[in-house]
């Protein structure tokens, strides 16, 4: 048995995964779960080898018993039968041997085979600390605590899914190495309560007190960190940094009393829990404005807005085309103009164009604004692929739709894009277009800036995805089958910086989109220049 976990070991640790950044896009990781099945099929038959294996040799052992009693009680008088003295040669020299053969036989072979066919599709290293990070971005988008996610109560779920105590210990892990005190926090106390609540684990109760007590030192707060390891030292002692962490807390504290001229604090009664410690800042000047319309608070929808939406038919000024079956449009927001087509997909162009996309997905890039380069960012959580005309006739119809929606040149623009979103998938704020301060991003494509953006969503999402403009207050929410469309410049060509927009993180389900950004180049009769910059 040992040689075989070292085997699956080796296997698991040793081959090289072929595919990265699985956890970007949940229709890639829904592969894995066929996967894990024909993995827990092979499993299956190996612990069926194993049983038959040791049933044979346990019936074996079971006759050997009996019999070696017999002999042992008078050898001579047994021996003195010949018939008894032949099958003991006979044992000796043929079945022991047999015996042996079948002792020697490995049915962990096949397995260890399988799973070294099937190790190259295998996540890695990146993928699991791609995925605890994301369902920490969910906890903080959506202000959900750790209890939420450990026990699963999350909005839309169809399935139960919990965190115990070794898996929450690994998310605290996860974000101590990243030196994310803050999330170390938050799960390691997770682990904490359900362990101090009866639950089983590999992972002890002081290995949690050591990264919790530091931790909690890292967020400033030295009189829980004291209180936290006396807990630590009093169930080990002879803990190797305990003490030495529990004098230097002690020493820090004393000093900032002295200098403040306070007394010693008693130690904290309250459990620490979402909202105990302020979340750091970050990058993102917006993040509060952001994350509060993912949750669909802050939306600036009020009745005086709501009056002046409406919807209507769109023939696309009498486009042959939809003369006979024009869209149907509904406005979402009157200034900066955002519109939603109903019906622009039916549900066999949507799943051929994800049947298209899914072979040829990869990790999503942004462009770096300093050298123009396309990159990978933590602030792009999803995987993509780009579409031609050639690929499919569906490809060529929907191109040709958005045309006569929108009265656009599509000459100029750039491929179909199609996006499905990861564990935790989203975009962060940003614009579609270049702005000024950029390395002019379009400059090899030579078809000007981006005009505008006509979003297909290919999909329905249980819980979070919204599209979300934080200038003004909006959110779009996911509708399969629609879309949506607005102007990124004015008609002067200078960009609406209204239009910085995000895809929130999807909470629950799989989040697939597609979209077509349209360049100024050939609109020069269908969208003439207005007057002024801001036209």
Same mark, same amino acid.
């Given at each position: 048995?040992?040689?075989?976990?070292?085997?699956?070991?080796?296997?698991?640790?040793?081959?090289?995964?072929?595919?990265?950044?699985? &956890?970007?896009?949940?229709?890639?990781?829904?592969?894995?779960?066929?996967?894990?099945?024909?993995?827990?099929?092979?499993?299956?038959?190996? @612990?069926?080898?194993?049983?038959?294996?040791?049933?044979?040799?346990?019936?074996?052992?079971?006759?050997?018993?009996?019999?070696?009693?017999?002999?042992?009680?008078?050898?001579?008088? =047994?021996?003195? %039968?010949?018939?008894?003295?032949?099958?003991?040669?006979?044992?000796?020299?043929?079945? /022991?041997?047999?015996?042996?053969?079948?002792?020697?036989?490995?049915?962990?072979?096949?397995?260890?085979?399988?799973?070294?066919?099937?190790? $190259?599709?295998?996540?890695?290293?990146?993928?699991?600390?791609?995925?605890?990070?994301?369902?920490?971005?969910?906890?903080?988008? =959506?202000?959900?605590?750790?209890?939420?996610?450990?026990?699963?109560?999350?909005?839309?779920?169809?399935?139960?899914?919990?965190?115990?105590?070794?898996?929450?210990?690994?998310?605290?892990?996860?974000?101590?190495?990243?030196?994310?005190?803050?999330?170390?926090?938050?799960?390691?106390?997770?682990?904490?309560?359900?362990?101090?609540?009866?639950?089983?684990?590999?992972?002890?109760?002081?290995?949690?007190?050591?990264?919790?007590? =530091?931790?909690?030192?890292?967020?400033?707060?030295?009189?829980?960190?004291?209180?936290?390891?006396?807990?630590?030292?009093?169930?080990?002692?002879?803990?190797?940094?305990?003490?030495?962490?529990?004098?230097?807390?002690?020493?820090?504290?004393?000093? $900032?009393?002295?200098?403040?001229?306070?007394?010693?604090?008693?130690?904290?009664?309250?459990?620490? $829990?979402?909202?105990? #410690?302020?979340?750091?800042?970050? %990058?993102?000047?917006?993040?509060?404005?952001?994350?509060?319309?993912?949750?669909?608070?802050?939306?600036?929808?009020?009745?005086?807005?709501?009056?002046?939406?409406?919807?209507?038919? !769109?023939?696309?000024?009498?486009?042959?085309?939809?003369?006979?079956?024009?869209?149907?449009?509904?406005?979402?927001?009157?200034?900066? !103009? @955002?519109?939603?087509?109903?019906?622009?997909?039916?549900?066999?162009?949507?799943?051929?164009?994800?049947?298209?996309?899914?072979?040829?997905?990869?990790?999503?890039?942004?462009?770096?604004?300093?050298?123009?380069?396309?990159?990978?960012?933590? #602030?792009?959580?999803?995987?993509?692929? /780009?579409?031609?005309?050639?690929?499919?006739?569906?490809?060529?119809?929907?191109?040709?739709?958005?045309?006569?929606?929108?009265?656009?040149?599509?000459?100029?623009?750039?491929?179909?894009?199609?996006?499905?979103?990861?564990?935790?998938? $989203?975009?962060?704020? !940003?614009?579609?277009?270049?702005?000024?301060?950029?390395?002019?991003?379009?400059?090899?494509?030579?078809?000007?800036?981006?005009?505008?953006? &006509?979003?297909?969503?290919?999909?329905?999402?249980?819980?979070?995805?919204?599209?979300?403009?934080?200038?003004?207050?909006?959110?779009?929410?996911?509708?399969?089958?629609?879309?949506?469309?607005?102007?990124?410049? &004015?008609?002067?060509?200078?960009?609406? #910086?209204?239009?910085?927009?995000?895809?929130?993180?999807?909470?629950?389900?799989?989040? /697939?989109?597609?979209?077509?950004?349209?360049?100024?180049?050939?609109?020069? &009769?269908?969208?003439?220049?207005?007057?002024?910059?801001?036209?």
């Amino acid at each position: 048995m040992r040689t075989f976990l070292s085997l699956v070991l080796w296997t698991l640790l040793c081959c090289p995964s072929a595919r990265a950044e699985i &956890f970007t896009s949940i229709s890639q990781m829904t592969d894995l779960i066929y996967t894990e099945k024909e993995l827990v099929r092979s499993l299956r038959d190996y @612990i069926g080898a194993e049983e038959s294996k040791l049933a044979a040799v346990k019936s074996w052992a079971h006759r050997l018993d009996d019999l070696t009693r017999v002999s042992t009680s008078d050898p001579e008088g =047994y021996l003195a %039968h010949p018939v008894n003295a032949y099958k003991l040669m006979k044992r000796l020299n043929t079945q /022991w041997s047999e015996l042996e053969t079948l002792v020697l036989q490995n049915p962990s072979d096949a397995f260890i085979s399988n799973m070294s066919v099937h190790r $190259q599709y295998f996540p890695g290293d990146e993928d699991e600390t791609g995925a605890a990070k994301a369902l920490m971005r969910l906890q903080d988008t =959506y202000r959900l605590d750790s209890e939420a996610f450990s026990r699963g109560k999350l909005p839309g779920v169809h399935y139960n899914a919990l965190l115990y105590v070794d898996d929450c210990f690994d998310m605290g892990k996860t974000a101590y190495n990243d030196e994310d005190y803050y999330h170390a926090v938050l799960w390691m106390q997770q682990a904490l309560r359900q362990l101090d609540g009866g639950e089983e684990s590999v992972t002890t109760k002081a290995d949690i007190l050591d990264y919790l007590s =530091y931790s909690v030192y890292q967020m400033g707060d030295l009189a829980r960190a004291i209180e936290l390891t006396r807990r630590l030292v009093a169930i080990a002692p002879t803990h190797q940094r305990a003490g030495g962490n529990l004098r230097y807390f002690e020493h820090l504290l004393l000093k $900032q009393l002295n200098e403040k001229n306070q007394d010693y604090p008693p130690a904290p009664e309250e459990p620490i $829990q979402l909202g105990t #410690y302020s979340r750091p800042k970050d %990058h993102l000047p917006e993040r509060e404005t952001y994350e509060a319309l993912c949750r669909g608070e802050g939306l600036q929808m009020n009745d005086a807005r709501r009056s002046r939406l409406f919807c209507r038919y !769109h023939d696309g000024r009498r486009n042959p085309r939809l003369l006979l079956k024009p869209m149907k449009e509904e406005d979402e927001w009157d200034s900066p !103009h @955002i519109v939603r087509y109903l019906e622009m997909l039916s549900p066999e162009e949507t799943e051929r164009i994800k049947e298209l996309a899914k072979p040829k997905l990869a990790r999503a890039t942004v462009r770096d604004p300093k050298t123009g380069v396309l990159t990978t960012a933590n #602030y792009r959580v999803s995987k993509s692929a /780009w579409l031609e005309e050639e690929d499919d006739q569906v490809i060529a119809r929907v191109n040709q739709r958005i045309e006569d929606i929108t009265g656009l040149e599509l000459d100029t623009a750039e491929l179909l894009q199609v996006a499905n979103y990861g564990v935790g998938g $989203q975009y962060e704020p !940003h614009y579609d277009f270049s702005r000024k301060d950029e390395p002019d991003a379009f400059k090899r494509l030579g078809t000007g800036n981006r005009v505008a953006t &006509f979003l297909n969503y290919m999909s329905d999402v249980e819980a979070g995805g919204a599209t979300v403009f934080p200038d003004f207050g909006a959110a779009i929410r996911p509708r399969k089958g629609t879309a949506v469309f607005w102007y990124n410049l &004015f008609r002067s060509g200078e960009g609406d #910086y209204r239009t910085r927009h995000a895809a929130c993180p999807v909470l629950v389900g799989s989040k /697939w989109v597609s979209n077509k950004w349209i360049h100024e180049r050939g609109q020069e &009769f269908r969208r003439p220049c207005g007057l002024t910059e801001v036209d």
